[in-house]
């Protein structure tokens, strides 16, 4: 498994396997964190399927500075081939839940909560338990997006974009790559409404109440009175 890599642009032709095994036409999308950034190249890429899309919490992929490609090669490649990280082991789902929520990006979020999350990520040993990831997300790429790649595939959306921003998100870190992003964003493309809603990362499961009244709102759901929050969010 450590073996299967793949650069960020080459997941969304999970996007594209799944429209195409619907058999969808137009439809909305609505991403989160990796899943929101993936969404914005989908668009950009097939920007003819989608209707109107909702970026949570993430819509730019970080990028890198052209002159650091060889020297973030060099510390990607070292890192993939040399010995793996290993897993910590935890005795029982309450510790494991209480230490995944006390990290960055789960700050905020009731243990829980948490434990729904890691129901889909836990393989139990002999030991007690573990928490996984995904083999692409603990690799870092080996070649990095530049703003050379990045920047004209926000010139190029024409999709309808609404971004939730959360206020102790993405946004808290300040990373130049981020923030570097985020100004050319609000210069180039008048097509993206933001909207920054109090919580941490996970907003949608710390606010559900504001994220779903504004993704309502924006895909143009508010006349359906019946359907509530969690309702919405079930059937996401």
């Not at 209707?51 to 070292?78: C, E, M, Y």
């Not at 209480?98 to 990520?121: H, N, Q, W």
């Not at 808290?172 to 570097?180: C, D, G, V």
């Amino acid at each position: 498994q450590r073996r299967v890599r793949a650069h960020v642009i080459d997941l969304i032709t999970d996007i594209e396997h799944c429209r195409r095994g619907l058999g969808l036409q137009r439809f909305d999308l609505i991403g989160h964190s990796l899943g929101g950034m993936l969404s914005g190249i989908y668009c950009a890429t097939y920007p003819e399927y989608i209707k109107k899309f909702v970026a949570i919490d993430g819509l730019l992929p970080f990028h890198s500075p052209t002159d650091k490609i060889i020297s973030n090669l060099r510390r990607s490649s070292d890192m993939i081939c040399g010995d793996p990280v290993p897993h910590k082991v935890y005795p029982d789902l309450d510790v494991l839940s209480e230490k995944i929520a006390s990290t960055m990006f789960y700050r905020g979020i009731d243990p829980e909560l948490v434990k729904f999350m890691v129901d889909r990520s836990i393989h139990l040993t002999p030991s007690g338990y573990q928490f996984t990831y995904d083999v692409r997300l603990r690799y870092p790429a080996l070649i990095r997006m530049t703003r050379d790649v990045l920047f004209p595939l926000i010139q190029s959306w024409t999709t309808p974009i609404l971004y939730l921003v959360a206020t102790h998100g993405f946004k808290e870190f300040h990373h130049p790559s981020y923030e570097e992003g985020m100004t050319f964003l609000e210069e180039h493309a008048k097509n993206v409404e933001q909207l920054e809603l109090p919580g941490p990362h996970h907003l949608h499961m710390t606010n559900t109440e504001d994220v779903s009244a504004a993704i309502i709102d924006y895909l143009n759901l508010s006349d359906k009175p019946d359907l509530t929050p969690r309702d919405f969010f079930k059937g996401l």
